[in-house]
């Protein structure tokens, strides 16, 4: 539970069994450790249900196809796809949890506007976050 965001998501129970997996980060896919992210190029994406996209099963998401079309061995993209957000929570959100696993991202994607009301929408929008790491 988080205050501004009233919920976060919750990791996967061990040994659960399903067609989606959330991992100990609380990001939407497999789990990852900070040694696997180190020498990649760190994509976070941030968006609600059309980023968690809880209707696919992992590893059919968009944000894990872009990792796939990018390079898995060079390109990481993690999924910080919360359902039910707004563009507001998810703006917020960008600030409590851009580091995963311990790495910053070097660059982030944000897929907004579907849980916003027509007249306040953006369509989908980029923005380098600030880092010490290489851009993407």
């Not at 910080?80 to 995963?100: C, L, M």
């Amino acid at each position: 539970w988080h205050p501004l965001l009233q919920a976060t998501n919750l990791p996967t129970a061990v040994g659960a069994t399903g067609k989606y997996h959330v991992d100990s980060q609380g990001l939407r896919g497999r789990e990852r450790s900070s040694d696997e992210l180190r020498d990649r190029t760190v994509v976070a994406v941030f968006g609600g249900s059309t980023t968690e996209d809880l209707a696919v099963r992992d590893g059919e998401t968009w944000p894990e196809r872009l990792e796939a079309l990018l390079g898995g061995e060079r390109f990481a993209v993690l999924n910080h796809g919360v359902t039910s957000k707004s563009t507001v929570q998810i703006v917020i959100r960008t600030a409590f949890y851009q580091p995963a696993y311990g790495v910053q991202p070097d660059c982030a994607v944000y897929l907004v506007g579907g849980a916003t009301s027509p007249a306040r929408t953006s369509a989908t929008s980029t923005r380098a976050l600030p880092t010490t790491r290489r851009r993407c």
